[in-house]
């Protein structure tokens, strides 16, 4: 769920249900992915066109959770 957006940055709230690890792996961390997809408009007009150019683009995030439980707070760049 997009939380809150303001030109290039964005907040997102994931809720993650993993599943139980074998007994050999319970001390490895924890890795999510998703892609998110947006479209970028380049507000800068070149001057032979008139409309802004719009594409579509989708980036493929993967996080390395520390902890289960509790509140985990994660800042990622792009």
Request: aromatic share 8%.
């Amino acid at each position: 769920i997009v939380v809150w957006r303001k030109s290039n940055k964005a907040v997102l709230k994931l809720k993650i249900t993993p599943y139980a690890p074998p007994e050999d792996k319970k001390d490895e961390p924890i890795i999510v992915g998703f892609v998110m997809q947006f479209e970028y408009v380049n507000t800068l007009a070149i001057v032979d066109q008139n409309n802004p150019q719009k594409v579509d683009l989708k980036l493929q995030l993967f996080l390395k959770l520390d902890k289960l439980g509790g509140s985990l707070v994660k800042k990622v760049e792009i």
